[in-house]
Each structure stands twice: as C-alpha cells, then as structure tokens.
C-alpha cells in the first residue's frame, strides 16, 4: 500500500474509557492498511476526570477545552471527540484548539440519511437543539 500522507487525529476520550477504547479499535479496523505504518498517528487523552457532560452545572467545556489545547501541542492537526454527550462543547473545543474536529453526530446523521429514504425524509439540515428535532419515523 502506498503511504498518503495523513493528518494526526486528536481523540478526546475517558468519558467512558470503554467507549474511548471502542473508538481507537474501530479506527484501527476500518483503517486500510497492508502494515503498521499505512495506519494513521492517533493521539488521545483519556481523561475519565471530565467533569459529568449530563450535569447543566458541571461545566466540562473548560476541562474539555484544554484537553483540546494539548492534543494540539502534541502534534494533533484535527480532533475527534469519543463521546456523545461532549459534542454539546465540539464548537468550544475546535475554538479553543485552532484544529478542526471531526463532528461524530453530524457525521453519524448525514451517514443515517444518505442510507435510509426513512431518514431522508425527516433530516433537518443543521443540528436542532432535542426540543425542535424532528425524529420520528415519517407515517405513512
């Protein structure tokens, strides 16, 4: 396999660490790869002290920013979050590092709506906030 040149992924991870473990062993299974070296640098933080995501008064978008901040100064060149509910911060978290990142949600909805014509028909563009989603199944 010819080696690409590939930017160096930043995984912000440990909200679950077996979510984070997860996500690396599927990175590294849809990688293709002939040897080692055609997989790509990945470098994570498992921080399983992030303040809890669920609680409005926790605040984790500091800690998770400067999670972000030192991928970045690890050599990190785009991010990825390994964790749901920590995407409420993903603008925080791109900000604050200067890197793009890769949005797990938005990736995961587009994937869900070029593959179904149920979803097609109810995919909203941008990212609603839950109280104005549509998410149910069209009726037919």
């Not at 080692?36 to 002290?49: K, L």
């Not at 390994?82 to 587009?110: E, F, K, Q, W």
């Amino acid at each position: 396999m010819s080696k690409t040149p590939s930017k160096v992924l930043g995984v912000l991870g440990g909200m679950g660490p077996a979510a984070t473990l997860d996500f690396l062993a599927k990175i590294q299974a849809y990688t293709p790869a002939e040897r080692d070296q055609d997989h790509i640098r990945v470098i994570v933080d498992i921080n399983p002290q992030v303040p809890d995501r669920n609680d409005p008064f926790a605040k984790p978008g500091p800690v998770l920013a400067e999670m972000a901040g030192a991928l970045r100064g690890a050599g990190a060149e785009v991010l990825a979050i390994a964790c749901n509910t920590a995407h409420v911060y993903a603008d925080l978290i791109s900000r604050s590092a200067g890197l793009p990142l890769i949005d797990m949600i938005g990736t995961a909805a587009a994937a869900a709506r070029d593959s179904a014509p149920a979803a097609r028909a109810c995919w909203a563009p941008s990212r609603p906030s839950s109280s104005t989603a549509n998410i149910s199944p069209p009726r037919a």
